[in-house]
């Protein structure tokens, strides 16, 4: 297991290489090129150099976080293969560089959605949080502003403003669009970049939906086990597998996160967000800080669960709380990631060395 942090890069984030670099544990990031639209290629020169920055910093490149689909690869329109073609060349790219894990998702026009980007927790803090009576009665089209309005001038990930200004486009693109043809489309992608991921031993991992529901009408496809399932056997093959993300995963009570990881298998799972949060209600919850008993998600369990399956990849905690001042992007504060990164570090370091010693005394 590798300890990491995200980091959105110089110009975008507010917490720096030098302060991650001083969390006990963390030995690399999981980061990205921001700037970069879905669609382009992300040029050699340009990967070097995030590389260097990073390395120079004294951490490491443990993955990328994300290399975003092009629309028309998710709706299977005229400029799907040559958008392919250019993630392609992406791949081979990043391959060339040393860098094997990309994180991805199939989400169509909104990515993560929430209702409050700073919800008021009684202690003070604020987290994000997603009611979906409060979603009922937002106009689409004015989500994306609502969103920025909350980001504290911040570009949020996912949520890109040059894609985002054509919504009505975009919900037209998928108006006729089900579960069985997004599925189809995801497919096609796999097959179609698997070569260049067996070329440079690149492993895919998908990110699940964020809710795990139908949002807006328009369909979520990775939303609990047995559709994470069904993405495995899309395309058999061991470089393709997911990211396993507690919050998402567990914005819906009825998915068992420890029994998803067992089915899974930790030969699938080649990434890890780890974040807890709390319901309130159906459709109504709100994330919190790592820890089991400030929400709703056993971590240690889930711990277990992932060292028991004997996964190998990078670990991350994923959205934190916005605690003690900080002014950052929403969920991406230094401070109480930091707190969850030693909360996690502490569970991993506890399951393994039980297991040591329950094997010390077998027969």
Known sequence: MQMTMRWFGTGYDS??????????????????????????VWEKDEIANL???VEEAGLSIAGIESVNIHDSI???????????????KTLENLGEAGINIVCYNFMVVFDWTRSDLAKLRPDGATVMAYDQAIIDKIDPNDMSTAMNAQ????????????????LKELFALYRDMSEEKLFANLKYFLEA????????????????????WPVF????????????????????HPLNGITLCTGSLGTNPQNDIPDIIRAMGGERIHFAHLRNLRHNGPGDFEESAHLSSDGSLDMLEIVKALYDSGFKGPIRPDHGRTIWGEVSMPGYGLYDRALGIAYLSGLWEAVEKMSEIKGKDKP
């Open 217 to 236: 009408g328009l369909p979520r496809i990775m939303t609990g086990k047995e559709k994470l399932k069904k993405l495995l056997s899309l395309v058999d």
């Open 151 to 166: 980001a504290h001038g911040f570009a949020l990930a996912g949520w890109e403003p040059e894609r985002l200004e054509k």
């Open 51 to 53: 590389k260097k920055t």
């Open 74 to 88: 998710k709706a299977a329109s005229p400029e799907r293969d040559a958008c392919i073609a250019n993630y392609i």
């Open 193 to 212: 970049i698997l070569p260049a991921c067996e070329k440079h031993g690149i492993k895919m991992a998908m990110h699940p939906d964020d809710p795990a």
């Open 15 to 40: 917490v720096t290489l030098q302060q991650i670099r001083q969390v006990p544990g963390v030995t690399g990031v999981v980061t990205s090129l921001y700037s970069k639209q879905p669609g382009e």
